[in-house]
Structures are given as structure tokens and as C-alpha cells.
């Protein structure tokens, strides 16, 4: 089968690979139709991770069940279904308690697996013809019947919609409150029209690029350039000087000021201060143990210099870590299939599997206009 592998270094080629194939009785075999590329694939993609050459990209995936293995009993071929980028087992103790994002069946020695990701088990990811679906029954969620014609809202179901649900929800966002997210990539977007599905008053997003920012007003929240003011003072401003009630992280370690220049503690510090007392604070955004690309010994470490002092004086919380995929996408999914939620909104771009090393680039580049890169291994848009 043809897919996306990543060589090292800001070095992916589409080629050929064996084919992905049931291997245990649990296993379903999906055709991909429609697979993204995510803004933590460039953490990889830009050798700041412990990725390995050689392996298959892609953790947000949809498709069509093409083959099942023999122990599979709720999932049926021809079935559309969306994948979770967490790989979960269903029965060990997280999993039970809905913490699929942290599955300890998986990817032994640590919690969490994840398709086509570094340190997140052996799993290639779905950036390719075929995708092997370990545990299908509890795995695939199926898609309504409107499957094909709502594909590029619904493949949002495998990260970026969860993920930016989940950020509102590690923040405690509640209906009538105010929330300040940091970061207006595909996830930021997310996040800020999570909170304003869910009642949020006001929405400040916090980014520079113009497109994303234009965005970001497309779906009712207010942009914040921090490229020409801080952002805290204009969060301040615009929340009668005591900062938002909840704040979103979706940057991430390789977080970087107008100019370029990479500090990691930057959107943590910037929400400790722009976020009122009590408030609380979710991040999706990736920090990773270990950084083999950062400048000193500390960050390669993955450590932050944090505001300690004045996040303790604020009396603010924090929750941290992966969306649990399967704790919201049922629902999620509903308000797609019912038209209240159109997350497809962020897509700039589809192009065919073969184009996908281009679209790593441009999207890698920030180039204007490339806020969101979708796939389609199914030969469309060539
Ligand atoms: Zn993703
Ligand atoms: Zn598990």
C-alpha cells in the first residue's frame, strides 16, 4: 500500500509499504478515505521527538471497515467509522474509568497509544491506504448515514473537535463564562468554538496569523493579536481588568514569541496571568518528557521555568494531558449528524496521499492560508 513515512528531520515521502492487515482475532482493517494532518505531527515532522524513521504517520483517521477479524462482533464491513487517535483496550482500569487517553494495555511501561506517534506504542498511523484497527469493536465508532457526505466534518472526531472539548472541560468552562484560548491552530479553533457550543459569554483567541485569526471572528470569538500588544493586557482590557474565567493551552512546548524565537513556558505563564483568581486552566497543548531538539539541557529534559508563586497566589487549577476521544465523540458526532456543529470549518486544504510531503511543508511553514491539511488516500483530488 502507498503511505506518508517519516525518514527524520523535515523528511516524509510517499511510498510503497506493506499492507496493514488483521493480526489479532480483535483487529478491524479500515480503507482510509480521509486522514489529517495534525499540528502535532510537526513536532515529529521537525525531528523534536523520539519518532523512528521508517514509520507511518497520521493519528486522525476515517474510512471503511474492509476487513474483520474473528472476534469482532459489533463492527461489520462496509461500516464508515471514525477512529480515535487514542488506541485503547476497553477493559484495563483507565479504559474502564473512561480514560482512554491513558490506556495501560497498549503501550506497556507507560499510559496512552496512540496511532503514528512518537513514545505512543508501535502503532503506524492511518496516513496511508490501510489502517489496521487494534480492538475494533471498542475502537471504531460508527458514522451515520450521512457518512460520506459529512466526511470532512466527522474525520474532526478523531482529535482536534475532542481535544478542543476536552481543553473546556479540564478548564471547568461553564455556560455564561468567559474563556481565553491560547493558540488559534486547528485545536485552538477547536477549543473556542467547544466553548462557544457550550455557552461561553466571550471567546478571546490568541494567536498572529491573520488567517487563523479570521477565523477564529468567522465562529464569533474575538481575536487577540499578541503581535502588536501583549496579550495579557488585552485580555485584561477586555475582561474588566480581572482576567477570563477559564483559559485554554493549545500551543504547546515549541510555544514562540512574534519573532520566532522559542520560549516553552510562554502561553503557561501568559494564562497564569490571564486568568482570574480561582480560575481554571486546560492544556492540550504537547509537552513532552523529552525534547532532543531543544537549545539546553533543562528543556531537553522537558522542563519549564513556571510561575509557581503567582499561579499558587491566584488560587487557579490546571488539568493536564491527551483527550480521552471516546468520552465525547458519540456526542460530538450527534451534533454533527444534526447540524449544530460543523467543525469541517478549519479545513483549508484536500489533497491526495501522494501530495501529503507538500502539504507537511506549507502547513509546517505556517504558510497564510494552510490552517488545515486533509488527506484522501482513496485516489479524490488527484
Ligand atoms: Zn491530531
Ligand atoms: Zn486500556
Redesign the pocket.
Known amino acids: 500500500m502507498q503511505a506518508l513515512v517519516y525518514n527524520g528531520a523535515r523528511d516524509v515521502v510517499v511510498t510503497e509499504v506493506p499492507d496493514a492487515r488483521i493480526e489479532r482475532p480483535t483487529d478491524v482493517l479500515v480503507r482510509i478515505t480521509t486522514t489529517n494532518i495534525c499540528g502535532s505531527d510537526l513536532h515529529m515532522y521537525e525531528g523534536r521527538t523520539t519518532m523512528e524513521p521508517g514509520r507511518v504517520l497520521g493519528h486522525e483517521n476515517l474510512g471503511e471497515v474492509v476487513e474483520i477479524g474473528s472476534a469482532v462482533d459489533r463492527i461489520k464491513m462496509g461500516d464508515m467509522v471514525c477512529l480515535p487517535f487514542n488506541v485503547?483496550?476497553?477493559?484495563?482500569k483507565?479504559?474502564e474509568a473512561g480514560l482512554?487517553g491513558f490506556?495501560?494495555?497498549?503501550n506497556p511501561g507507560t499510559a496512552g497509544a496512540a496511532y503514528g506517534f512518537a513514545g505512543m506504542g508501535p502503532f503506524n498511523g492511518g496516513q496511508a491506504e490501510l489502517l489496521r484497527v487494534p480492538y475494533g469493536d471498542f475502537n471504531c465508532l460508527r458514522l451515520p448515514v450521512d457518512a460520506k457526505e459529512k466526511e470532512n466534518d466527522y474525520v474532526m472526531l478523531s482529535d482536534i473537535f475532542p481535544t478542543g472539548w476536552h481543553c473546556t472541560e479540564l478548564a471547568g468552562l461553564r455556560p455564561g463564562e468567559s474563556a481565553v484560548v491560547y493558540g488559534a491552530g486547528p485545536i485552538g479553533l477547536m477549543a473556542a468554538y467547544s466553548a462557544l457550543l457550550k455557552g461561553a459569554s466571550k471567546v478571546l483567541v490568541v494567536d498572529r496569523h491573520p488567517d487563523r485569526l479570521r477565523l477564529a471572528e468567522q465562529i464569533g470569538a474575538i481575536a487577540i493579536d499578541d503581535s502588536k500588544a501583549s496579550p495579557v493586557e488585552q485580555i485584561l482590557n477586555l475582561t474588566g481588568g480581572e482576567g477570563a474565567d477559564r483559559g485554554c493551552e493549545c500551543v504547546g512546548y515549541q510555544a514562540h514569541d512574534p519573532q520566532g524565537h522559542e520560549h516553552p513556558n510562554m502561553t503557561m505563564n501568559n494564562l497564569v496571568r490571564s486568568v482570574r483568581p480561582t480560575g481554571g486552566i486546560g492544556v492540550v497543548g504537547v509537552f513532552l518528557p523529552q525534547d532532543p531538539g531543544a537549545p539546553d539541557d533543562s528543556t531537553r529534559r522537558g522542563e519549564i521555568p513556571f510561575d509557581m508563586g503567582l499561579f499558587w497566589f491566584k488560587g487557579q487549577k490546571i488539568g493536564t494531558g491527551q483527550a480521552n476521544v471516546k468520552a465525547y465523540n458519540r456526542r460530538l458526532r450527534n451534533l454533527i449528524h444534526t447540524g449544530r456543529a460543523t467543525p469541517s470549518f478549519v479545513i483549508s486544504h484536500e489533497l491526495p496521499l501522494e501530495q501529503a510531503p507538500e502539504g507537511y511543508r506549507h502547513f509546517d511553514a505556517r504558510d497564510e492560508g494552510w490552517t488545515k491539511v486533509v488527506l484522501h488516500p482513496d485516489g479524490r483530488h488527484r
Request: hydrophobic share 25%.
Open positions: 485503547a483496550c476497553g477493559h484495563c483507565n479504559c482512554t490506556c495501560l494495555t497498549l
